[in-house]
């Protein structure tokens, strides 16, 4: 009888492990795809959405299964209570990993961001790329601000201020040459790849990519000394992509404070 019921807490161990870490492999397979080229963001995303709605409940479960799985060995007199809970903790584990790589990137519950994905401080004269235009030949967002379908500047602008009304120009002080210092410090704090740093125009440009999919972002700073003080100005665009769950603008956001 002992042999028998080792023989099923094994078994069940074994089918947690394979219904949380299944869930967690189809998770990390949508940017993983994307990673290795072998399909586009839109099917990496319609993978997430698959799986997304299952995540917390077969992780609940695994962890809910997992505790029992370790008072019932202890019950029994079982010496393998810790290995079966370490599996079926596991399969948790694996789940709560599919849970997290879509929730990480959706906006806080309350707050919702506009559908664009491309924000700039100056609404009127809007930083432009030079660097980056090589790279960004394939990309199929256009580095026109508010020129992607369905979209017009005048939109985007309107979009952009009521989700993002605090981008606006920085003013500061010093002079144009610490502050570009301090911008390519920002920069690189960032975690951004630099393109270009060019100090007589007052211009820098970098690409910064996200983490799970692995998107390529370019921004813009341009300096301008402006009645004594040091204009800031800052345009962050994605490559591909329509709205972008306020990665830019929350992207410049850090930039400012950084800078």
Not at 58 to 81: E, F, M, P, Q, R
Not at 91 to 115: D, K, N, R, T, V
């Amino acid at each position: 009888m002992a042999i028998k019921n080792t023989t099923l807490l094994n078994s069940v161990a074994a089918l947690t492990l394979l219904a949380g870490g299944g869930i967690g492999f189809a998770a990390l397979s949508a940017p993983l795809g994307i990673w290795l080229g072998l399909w586009e963001f839109g099917t990496g995303f319609t993978i997430l959405r698959g799986v997304f709605p299952f995540t917390g409940w077969i992780g609940l479960g695994c962890l809910v299964i997992a505790i029992a799985l370790l008072g019932t060995a202890k019950k029994l007199g079982t010496d393998n209570g810790i290995a079966l809970f370490n599996l079926a903790a596991a399969g948790a584990l694996a789940s709560g990993i599919a849970w997290y790589i879509p929730s990480s990137f959706q906006a806080p519950e309350g707050i919702s961001y506009p559908p664009i994905h491309d924000v700039s401080t100056d609404l009127v004269d809007i930083p432009q790329y030079v660097a980056v235009m090589p790279l960004r030949a394939n990309a199929p967002n256009t580095t026109v601000y508010g020129g992607s379908r369905n979209m017009t500047p005048e939109r985007n602008a309107q979009l952009q201020q009521e989700g993002f009304p605090d981008l606006v120009p920085r003013f500061y002080a010093e002079s144009s040459n610490l502050i570009f210092a301090r911008a390519l410090t920002a920069v690189d704090n960032m975690g951004w790849e630099l393109v270009a740093a060019v100090p007589e125009s007052g211009r820098i440009e970098a690409t910064a990519t996200t983490f799970w999919f692995r998107f390529k972002d370019d921004v813009v700073i341009r300096l301008r000394e402006e009645e004594g003080q040091t204009r800031v100005d800052a345009r962050s665009l994605s490559r591909v992509g329509g709205g972008d769950a306020g990665t830019n603008g929350k992207r410049l956001r850090e930039f400012f404070e950084i800078l």
